[in-house]
């Protein structure tokens, strides 16, 4: 079944204002990446994680390190070059296994 | 840095005939790499994961019979989508890594069917 649950599918959020992505997962992960799909369709990565969290400028992304069954991606201060799709993509624990992708989060912000 | 370079960016085919896309991995060694298909409006399906001196496992609804992938070395792998119809159009991604690392993605190879 359906491993990385993403939500939410769709948000629209004003310009200047905060929100958060979250990923679940049905079983441990070993890692969570996180990408922006572009209108071109190309995926650019924000953040790979195996545990902890990690900043970059107004973004920052946690992963659950106890159980490992959780992800998020907070955005600060959303301006209009934020808008596009996000995906989270997770890896089980198990060497030689690959990422599954979430179901992907269309962010739209507005002024 | 790592960069996944993928081509062609874009390409049309004519339905029945075959389309062949290859990723090119610089700055680092592709030990495994993974083909995704992105349809329209949907996520990232994976097609097959290659590793390097282990056999290439197809996902459930990929055969290798459809979706042939050669990864010969570190730095190269190709995947041809052969006798393509309407239902293969949408986005293929490669994504690669060099052991329990950051997947590094190409931007894409967009199919059209036509």
């Known amino acids: 079944g359906d491993q990385v649950e993403q939500s939410p599918s769709a948000l629209s959020l004003h310009e200047g204002t905060d929100s958060a992505l979250r990923c679940n997962f049905t079983?441990?992960?070993?890692?969570v990446q996180w990408f922006r799909q572009n209108s071109r369709g190309s995926l650019i990565s924000l953040f790979y994680?195996?545990?902890?969290t990690k900043e970059n400028g107004r973004l920052k992304s946690a992963f659950d390190s106890k159980e490992r069954r959780y992800s998020t991606l907070h955005i600060r201060d959303a301006q209009l070059e934020d808008s596009g799709t996000y995906f989270c993509?997770?890896?089980?624990?198990?060497?030689?296994?690959?990422?599954?992708f979430g179901t992907g989060t269309k962010l739209q912000v507005v002024p | 840095g790592a960069l996944v370079y993928q081509y062609p960016r874009r390409t049309i085919c004519k339905s029945g005939t075959s389309m062949r896309m290859e990723c090119q991995a610089v700055?680092?060694?592709?030990?495994?790499v993974a083909w995704y298909r992105q349809s329209p409006q949907k996520t990232f399906e994976l097609i097959a994961l290659?590793?390097?001196?282990?056999?290439?496992?197809?996902e459930q609804n990929f055969t290798q019979e459809k979706f042939p992938i050669s990864h010969p070395n570190l730095s190269f792998s190709s995947m041809t989508v052969l006798n393509a119809y309407l239902e293969d159009r949408g986005l293929y991604l490669c994504g690669a890594r060099n052991e329990n690392t950051e997947v590094f993605f190409g931007k894409g190879t967009r199919l059209t069917v036509v």
């Open positions: 700055g680092f060694q592709a030990t495994s």
């Open positions: 079983t441990t992960m070993r890692s």
């Open positions: 994680l195996a545990s902890g």
């Open positions: 993509a997770a890896e089980l624990p198990n060497s030689g296994t690959y990422q599954r």
């Open positions: 290659s590793t390097v001196n282990s056999a290439i496992k197809y």
